[in-house]
C-alpha cells in the first residue's frame, strides 16, 4: 500500500523565516509528488515533480525530488503571514489506468507577525 | 479559484440518512475524483470518475457510491450514514485521469 509520511506535523515560524517542509513516501511505481497548500477548505495545487534532482520554484516557494531516497522538501523564504496554512504532500503511482492520490496527514504551518 | 464547485458547503445529518454531494468541474475537464478528508487527516480517495464511467475505488464500502453526468458533473452517494462519515469531502477535477487534479472548496459533512 502507498504510504506517505510529512513531518514535522506542526511548526511555529516569525515572519521572515525560511522553513522546509518534508515528505517521504512509499510507491509502487512511482508516478509523481505533489504539493498542495490547504487554507480552510480547498487544497491549492503548488507543484508537481516527476524527476529527481529538478527543482521547481514559483516566487518564495521551492520544492525538489529524491526519487533514490523517496523523499520530497518543500522550502518557503522570507514567510509571510498568508502562508499560514496546511502544507499537503501526495503521491500518484503509475497505474496506466487511473490517478489515486495517497496523501500525508498534512503540516501545519503557522506564520507569526 | 479552481473553477471546481460544490453543494452544499454544509450539511447536517443524522446516523442511517442518505446523503447526496454534488461536484461541477471545471470546465474542459472530464475526470472527476472524490475525497474523504477526517479532521486532522490529509484526504483519503475515495473513487474516480472519468468519462461517465468508475474509474478506480480506494477503500470505501459499497455504501459509498457515484455517477458522473453527460457534462461531466457528478455527485456522491452515502447510504446508512456512520458518526465516523463526519468529514469535509472534496471533489478534484482534472483534463483526463493523468492529468494534475484540481480540488473544490469541499462539502463539510457533521453525522449525529
Known amino acids: 500500500e502507498d504510504k506517505v509520511v510529512q513531518s514535522p506535523l506542526s511548526l511555529v515560524v516569525h515572519e521572515g523565516d525560511t522553513v522546509t517542509l518534508n515528505c517521504s513516501y512509499e510507491v509502487t511505481n512511482f508516478r509523481s509528488l505533489l504539493w498542495y497548500k490547504q487554507e480552510k477548505k480547498a487544497p491549492t495545487f503548488l507543484f508537481m515533480l516527476t524527476s529527481s534532482g529538478i527543482e521547481k520554484k514559483s516566487g518564495r516557494l521551492s520544492s525538489i525530488l529524491d526519487k533514490k531516497e523517496l523523499f520530497s522538501i518543500l522550502n518557503i523564504t522570507a514567510t509571510q503571514t498568508g502562508d499560514s496554512a496546511v502544507y499537503l504532500c501526495a503521491v500518484e503511482p503509475l497505474t496506466g489506468a487511473n490517478s489515486k492520490l495517497t496523501f500525508g496527514k498534512g503540516i501545519t504551518l503557522s506564520v507569526r507577525p | 479559484e479552481t473553477g471546481v464547485t460544490q453543494s452544499p458547503t454544509h450539511l447536517i445529518k443524522t446516523r442511517g440518512q442518505q446523503v447526496t454531494l454534488r461536484c461541477s468541474s471545471q470546465?474542459?475537464?472530464?475526470?472527476v475524483s472524490w475525497y474523504q478528508q477526517a479532521l486532522g487527516q490529509g484526504p483519503q480517495f475515495i473513487f474516480q470518475?472519468?468519462?461517465?464511467?468508475?474509474?478506480g475505488r480506494g477503500n470505501f464500502p459499497p455504501r459509498f457510491s457515484g455517477l458522473q453526468f453527460p457534462n461531466y458533473s457528478s455527485e456522491l452517494n452515502v447510504n446508512a450514514l456512520e458518526l465516523d462519515d463526519s468529514a469535509l469531502y472534496l471533489c478534484?477535477?482534472?483534463?483526463?485521469?493523468?492529468?494534475?487534479?484540481?480540488f473544490g472548496p469541499g462539502t463539510r459533512l457533521l453525522v449525529l
Open positions: 470546465s474542459g475537464h472530464n475526470t
Open positions: 470518475y472519468y468519462r461517465e464511467e468508475e474509474n
Open positions: 478534484a477535477s482534472s483534463s483526463d485521469w493523468w492529468e494534475t487534479q484540481y
